[in-house]
């Protein structure tokens, strides 16, 4: 069993905060500072070029992608990191679609992340080649997959109402039908089990500065299935994905397996935050973290609707159906959020009028959640939220 107390105490959240917006942000490993520090004293500073051999940073990418892999029921070496997750969208768009050069439909839904959306129409404009992109309703996917769809690009939890999709059964009826699919599990990883080997997924990406704990910017990691892993043409075609990178040839052939979604020089102090970010989660078990998640959220459901009736549930009420978040609609929840965050709860606002809370079982518990909702209700009750001072928008929401 993961002692969830040990692990709220290697996170350094500031006192008189409860913070509920790990989906969009986690918070600072406690031992990450002193680390960062070390590394930059005494591998940049005093082995300066000799670091990319002597400390292991050429091979952090594919080091650290194993660590996620475990995490994400990913196959040894079948996970690398790099870059930003819009980065890594648009590597897999391009691979899988190349895999299906006779279809030319990527089906996705209108409930995806609009990044995952935008670089998707880039790549298709790049292409020139008569692709299109077709957005449905998410609860319509499965039956619009048929044998004219080239790539599925599905996140599987939903950022605003954290609606899960079945994973399994979706990549098998795409699978039937001759189709590539896509993973985005940015809301995903290190919030509840993933099974990308067991579900025969063909491609994955995430991000590591959610649930992961990475710290902002914090490097993005691809999966591709090791059966497609060295036959996938990389159109970032990038030196370090090369074969032999420092041979300098003209000439690009790709590396082998998944080093060849590497791209450019990697971010080694930014990986280095996020190594120490994953000593917490060798302390976890991914299935305790979701048996704990599903039974904060609906606490928390529980207790908002029964005390807070102005707000209206935007999120499957089934645990077994959502991710890791509660999101709530209100049609003043950004004020209401600014009023939240003022008294301490931090949670976040997407528009036009949802406030979305984020619950880790990592560094929240019971009593943090029961008292969340009594600012909240407080909030509410006495419509703290309406004033000028909270209705100001901020670039980030
Ligand atoms: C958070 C998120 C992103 C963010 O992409 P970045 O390139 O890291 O800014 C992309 N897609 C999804 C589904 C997300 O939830």
Redesign the pocket.
Known sequence: MTDFTKTKAMFDIPAGVIYLDGN?LGPLPKDAPVRVANMLKDEWGEMLISGWNKAGWMEQPTRVGNRIASLIGAEENSVVMG???????YQAVASALELNPERKVILSDNG?????LYMTGGLIRSLNDGHQLQTVNPEDVEDAIDDTVAVLLL?E?D?RTGRKHDMKRLTEKAHAAGVITIW?L??SAGALPVKLSECNADFA???T??YLNGGP?SP?FIYVAPRHADKVRPALSGWLGHDAPFAFDLDYKAGRGIERMRVGTPPVIALTVLETALDIWDMADINDVRTKSIELCDLFIKEVEARCPQLTLDTPRDGAGRGSQVSFQFADGYAAMQALIAHGVVGDFRAPDTMRFGFTPLYIDKTDVLAAVDILENILTNSLWDTAEFKTKSAVT
Request: hydrophobic share 30%; with cysteine; net charge negative.
């Open positions: 969009s870059d930003t997750l819009s980065i890594k969208v995806n992340f609009p990044t995952d996140t939890i950022y985005d940015a809301h990406i995430g991000c500065y959610k910017g993005a």
